[in-house]
T-cell receptor, first 112, second 109 residues
Framework: DGGITQSPKYLFRKEGQNVTLSCEQN?????MYWYRQDPGQGLRLIYY???????QKGDIAEGYSVSREKKESFPLTVTSAQKNPTAFYLC???????????FGDGTRLSIL | AQRVTQPEKLLSVFKGAPVELKCNYS??????LFWYVQYSRQRLQLLLR??SRESIKGFTADLNKGETSFHLKKPFAQEEDSAMYYC???????????FGQGTRLTINP
C-alpha cells in the first residue's frame, strides 16, 4: 500500500554533511512522526507533528531538524551535529495525534 | 518517565505450542497499550490495542494494571507468526507512543 512513502530506501552520507530524508503520506492524516530504530533499542521518537506548521521534539531530537509546511510531507534533516547518525529511520502518521500509527518502509542511513 | 520493557529479545517456540510475549510498563496512571508487529519484508503495523478487546490473528492481550503488564498470547503458534513484535504505551492525553525494545519471535516447524 502506498499510504506512506519514504525515500530513498538507502542513503549514504559523508562526515560533516547534512542529509534530508523524505516522508510523504496520502492518508490525509494530521499527525506525523519520525523514529530512529537501532538494534536492541526499539523505536525512539525524534520529532512529531500534530498539525501543519507545528512540530515538537521527541526523546532524541538533538542533531535533527524537521519542517511541516504541507500536511502530506514531513521531511527529516540529519545534521552534522548528530554524532551517531547511522541507523534505520521510520516515518509514521496517524489520523490525529495519539491514534494508531501507520508506518513507512524506512530509510537506512549510513556514514561513509 | 514512562517506560516499556520487553524482557525477551528473542523467543523461539514450536509450531502448535502456546506463545506469550511479555510486556511490562511503568506508568502510574491509566495508559493505552498497543502491540505492533513487523513481518519479514513488511512494514511495521498495528496488531491490536487493549481498548479494542479483540483477537487478531488468534492473538489476545489483556491489560493487567496490578502487574503493569500487557502480555501478548496465542494458544497455538503458527509459522507465519514469526516476526518482530513491539509493545507500545500511550499516556492518555499525550500525543506520542513509547515503544519497547521489541521481541523477535521465531516459530519452528
Amino acid at each position: 500500500d502506498g499510504g506512506i512513502t519514504q525515500s530513498p530506501k538507502y542513503l549514504f552520507r559523508k562526515e560533516g554533511q547534512n542529509v534530508t530524508l523524505s516522508c510523504e503520506q496520502n492518508l490525509n492524516h494530521d499527525a506525523m512522526y519520525w523514529y530512529r530504530q537501532d538494534p536492541g533499542q526499539g523505536l525512539r521518537l525524534i520529532y512529531y507533528s500534530q498539525i501543519v506548521n507545528d512540530f515538537q521534539k521527541g526523546d532524541i531530537a538533538e542533531g535533527y531538524s524537521v519542517s511541516r509546511e504541507k500536511k502530506e510531507s514531513f521531511p527529516l534533516t540529519v545534521t552534522s551535529a548528530q554524532k551517531n547518525p547511522t541507523a534505520f529511520y521510520l516515518c509514521a502518521s496517524s489520523i490525529e495525534a495519539g491514534q494508531p500509527q501507520h508506518f513507512g518502509d524506512g530509510t537506512r542511513l549510513s556514514i561513509l | 518517565a514512562q517506560r516499556v520493557t520487553q524482557p525477551e529479545k528473542l523467543l523461539s517456540v514450536f509450531k502448535g505450542a502456546p506463545v506469550e510475549l511479555k510486556c511490562n510498563y511503568s506508568y502510574s496512571g491509566s495508559p493505552e497499550l498497543f502491540w505492533y508487529v513487523q513481518y519479514s519484508r513488511q512494514r511495521l503495523q498495528l496488531l491490536l490495542r487493549h481498548i479494542s478487546r479483540e483477537s487478531i490473528k488468534g492473538f489476545t492481550a489483556d491489560l493487567n494494571k496490578g502487574e503493569t503488564s500487557f502480555h501478548l498470547k496465542k494458544p497455538f503458534a503458527q509459522e507465519e507468526d514469526s516476526a518482530m513484535y513491539y509493545c507500545a504505551l500511550r499516556v492518555r492525553g499525550a500525543q506520542k507512543l513509547v515503544f519497547g525494545q521489541g521481541t523477535r519471535l521465531t516459530i519452528n516447524p
